[in-house]
């Protein structure tokens, strides 16, 4: 099937998006940007100094005052002009990520609409935003009342899986709630957002209330250090989130950092096989594996152990794999060379502990694109809880296929992950459902559904090593935590 065609934008060396301007870092530091499917580099990504991280903080603080007096109205106001202009360059949007990130056509489309869902509900602000009252609330004649106020300048800091969408799950909220905000997008995947940006400038924010930084931890640090921020949104890997969670607290900040995962997939026998089948495959497939969402284990629970297998094998082989801008594709390569060598170390190390392949997605060519960073569907069984493959996060296309006896073994080996980010079960048996979604440990349940994500208007994030924090991104909860109340007591004499 012929490519659709790739997006031309200006992928020279990106600049950063600082008080309204598009400025040049000055930076000796460029990386390489690349296509994972081509290999080839297709922009360079400036290494933003801390001074100049420093200097954008300085610039959302200034503009801080007159956007918190700016009505909530007219604020919003700006998120429907953003939401009519993101619409007309949707294709755009989602062919640039498969070009940087390496997701298939429709992944990005889906994205996509998620990010657009995300300015959508933080338009409705003078609703979310409203606080409350109590007449007579201290005593006879006394009043109180909660109001709702923003705080000041806030940060995220985003990983390279869903270039669009993530920095949409914080930015939106509190902007619109009256702050102004950094994003430093990831140094993996900065082009989505270099031309997102073009479309924030259009939009017309006043200068300084959104700006965007190109960068490394420097970038994050000098966020996490500088005493105008108010607080940190962050996403990416277990080990950075918990270090972003104590260094924002030591620093004063309020903190929200998401973690990385480990999600099971439990098959009961009851399962309607073939629906569960192929909704398996998008869970642990969509995006080569490389989703906070995605299945990881997939637990079949009793009889059903080998026709799941064999049915899942016989589905994961027919994945056609290439480049995303061919709509017939189904699966794209992994973001880099780098990730590619870490998810074949952990199909080796499968192999050593006594996991059988199955499936061995090692090895695989995808013509015309022979330096690309492909790894094909690929399946372990006879995997045990205690084997690595079962316990780390491999973020891959990587499948730990394991037989149990009991739903209750699933749910004891689903707990004793130190990851909590989602579970699924696929069972027409209300009572299993509801074993599952009351004694697991995680911020995500699905039933009959393998990948949980959360729509702009729920909370999204898990528990245990997958989120430190209260609040979680998106919704009210992001209202929340990009907000205080003021409480006020009144009495007229
Ligand atoms: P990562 O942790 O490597 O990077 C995330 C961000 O942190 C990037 O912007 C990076 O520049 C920055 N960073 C890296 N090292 C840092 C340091 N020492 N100090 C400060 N900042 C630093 O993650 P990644 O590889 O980009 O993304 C994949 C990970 O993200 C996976 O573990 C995945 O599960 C997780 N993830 C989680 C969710 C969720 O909602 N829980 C969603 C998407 C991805």
Redesign the pocket.
């Known amino acids: 099937m012929a490519l659709l065609p790739e997006v031309k934008a200006d992928y020279g060396k990106l600049k950063n998006f600082v008080n309204g301007e598009w400025v040049e870092s000055s930076t000796s530091k460029y990386l390489d940007i690349e296509n994972p499917t081509t290999a080839k580099p297709i922009g360079q990504v400036p290494m933003t100094t801390t001074d100049e991280t420093n200097a954008a903080i300085e610039a959302a603080r200034e503009a801080w005052q007159s956007w918190r007096e700016t009505p909530p109205i007219t604020r919003a106001r700006l998120m429907f002009r953003l939401k009519e202009i993101m619409e007309g360059h949707f294709e755009n949007i989602a062919r640039i990520m498969v070009q940087e990130q390496g997701k298939t056509i429709d992944e990005a489309r889906g994205e996509t609409r998620r990010t657009i869902e995300n300015v959508e509900v933080a338009a409705g602000i003078p609703s979310l935003m409203m606080g409350y009252n109590l007449e007579d609330g201290a005593a006879s004649g006394i009043d109180e009342e909660a109001v709702v106020t923003p705080l000041g300048v806030f940060g995220a800091?985003?990983?390279?899986?869903?270039p669009a969408m993530?920095p949409f799950w914080f930015w939106p909220y509190a902007v619109a709630s009256g702050n102004t905000f950094i994003l430093?997008?990831?140094?993996?995947v900065p082009l989505t957002q270099a031309y997102i940006f073009k479309l924030v400038e259009e939009a017309g924010f006043p200068p300084g209330v959104v700006n965007l930084l190109n960068?490394?931890?420097e970038?994050?640090?000098a966020m996490?250090e500088h005493p105008s921020m108010k607080g940190i949104s962050?996403?990416?890997?277990?080990?950075?989130?918990k270090?972003?969670y104590k260094k924002s607290a030591e620093n004063g900040k309020r903190v929200q950092a998401?973690?990385?995962?480990k999600n099971s997939l439990i098959v009961m026998p009851d399962a309607v096989l073939p629906r569960t089948v192929s909704n398996m495959l998008a869970s642990f497939y969509g995006c080569a594996g490389?989703?906070?969402?995605a299945g990881a284990n997939l637990i079949a629970v009793g009889d059903v152990a080998e026709p799941v297998l064999n049915k899942f094998v016989e589905g994961a082989k027919k994945i056609k794999v290439g480049y995303g801008l061919d709509e017939s594709v189904n699966m794209g390569p992994v973001v880099s060379g780098a990730a590619k060598k870490n998810i074949l170390g952990y199909i080796e190390k499968g192999i050593e502990e006594g996991a059988k392949l199955v499936l061995d997605g090692r090895g695989i060519k995808v013509p015309g694109y022979e330096a690309g960073h492909f790894i094909g569907p690929t399946v372990f069984k006879d995997v045990t809880p205690d084997m690595t493959i079962a316990k780390d996060?491999i973020?891959g296309p990587v499948v730990a296929f394991m037989a149990m006896d009991t739903l209750d073994d699933a749910i004891e080996f689903v707990n004793s992950s130190p990851f909590g980010?989602a579970a699924s079960i696929y069972t027409q048996s209300g009572r299993s459902a509801k074993d599952l979604r009351y004694n697991v440990h995680a911020g995500n349940i699905g039933i009959n559904v393998g990948v949980v994500a959360a729509m702009a208007f729920f909370p999204?994030?898990?528990f245990k090593d997958?989120?430190f924090g209260d609040l979680h991104?998106q919704g009210r909860d992001a209202v929340t935590f990009y907000t205080d109340r003021k409480v006020v007591i009144t009495r007229w004499f």
């Not at 490389?290 to 969402?293: D, E, G, I």
């Open positions: 800091i985003c990983p390279f899986n869903f993530i430093k997008s990831s140094k993996q960068g490394s931890h970038v994050a640090d996490m962050f996403v990416g890997s277990t080990p950075i989130a270090y972003v998401q973690g990385g995962a490389q989703r906070c969402l996060e973020f980010n999204f994030g898990g997958s989120f991104g």
